[in-house]
């Protein structure tokens, strides 16, 4: 692979003055749990309420599976812009929701183009427990949900879902809304000057965890990329590009532009970079450099994160732009993480 700076002096960011991220950022200061300690890590701040469902679980010798379910239905419930039934819908208005599940003994579910069921993430591990299926999406899924006792709700936009939806309907524009991606100003280095009201917005929460046994589980819950067309699924859902769990080598959980999570596999390939042994930050940073090479110039407009947790306990995140930050919980730890970026 060609070189960031032979890749500076090639491309459109040239013109630019950009400075890309060029070397290894020093070690994380939260390192490695202690053997037999339970961690779990989410994506965006969000995750800091989601950690702390997750850790009631897992502070109490329960299971990792039922953290990473627990812990993200905090934010499937929420009034949040993107995640649960609150969030941006789709370009003809429905919300339609996306989430996967999987265990330490590979076992897994996802559910897809789900409405009007509140906790995809517990339909998602009814699949994964009751069928002999992995996924399924629209209205069989919305169908094994009911048979499964949950219930159909209306969806109540977020303000901030509601704001951001008012706003598209004006230009109709198809284009995935901002992922926080940040600059000194506070703003992404290629958006407007000026942010209008709803317009910034989070994305997908991933959570994964390793509980005392040390097994490892994760999950992965969104509404997908706002004003999407209708049927749109992005890398959630997926089990390898928005989540995949080893528990001989770790877990893994994406966020962001989900089609360029997709094309490169993403959480399964950052497992396979932690089972040659490089660190979790270091594999994320590897498969973000991977997606870098493939968009070429065309790397400005989106954002992509990755989030792992070795076997070990060691934690890691790398995205393309900065912004990204990750909730992270263990034994005296409650923090929420800047990830290191591609670009600075």
Known sequence: MANRRNFLHTSFFSGLGLFL?????????????????PVVISTWDAGLQANKAAWEILSNAGEAIDAVEKGVMVTEASQNCCVGLGANPDRDGFVTLDASIMDHR?????????ERI??????????????????????????????????????????AAQKAYENWLKKSTYKSPLINVENKNGHGPF?????????????????????????????????????????????????????????????????????????????????????LGMDPEGACKSIIERIVKI??????????????????????????????????????????????????
């Open 191 to 275: 958006a407007p000057a000026k942010l209008e009201d709803g317009e910034w917005n989070h994305d997908t929460i991933g959570m994964v965890a390793m509980d005392a046994r040390g097994n490892l589980s994760g999950s992965c819950t969104t509404s997908g990329a706002g004003f999407k067309m209708r049927g749109r699924v992005g890398d959630s859902p997926i089990i390898g590009a928005g989540l995949y769990v080893d528990n001989e080598v770790g877990a893994c959980t994406a966020t962001g532009q989900g089609e360029d999570v997709i094309r490169v596999a993403g959480s399964h390939a950052v497992i396979e970079k932690m089972r």
């Open 21 to 37: 991220y060029n070397k290894r950022f020093p070690a994380q200061p939260f390192s490695a749990a202690p053997q037999g300690q």
């Open 118 to 159: 509140k906790h995809p993430v517990s339909v998602a591990r009814r699949v994964m427990e009751k069928t002999p299926h992995v996924m399924l999406v629209g209205e069989g899924a919305q169908q094994f949900a009911i048979a499964e006792g949950f219930t159909l709700e209306e969806p109540v936009l977020s303000p």
């Open 295 to 344: 968009k070429g110039e065309k790397v400005k407009d989106i954002q992509v994160a990755f989030l792992a947790l070795d076997r070990r306990g060691r934690v890691g995140a790398f995205s393309i732009h900065p912004g990204f930050s990750y909730a992270l919980r263990k034994e005296g730890v409650e923090a929420l993480v800047k990830a290191p970026s591609w670009f600075l």
């Open 106 to 114: 590979f076992n897994c579910g996802s559910v897809a183009f789900l």
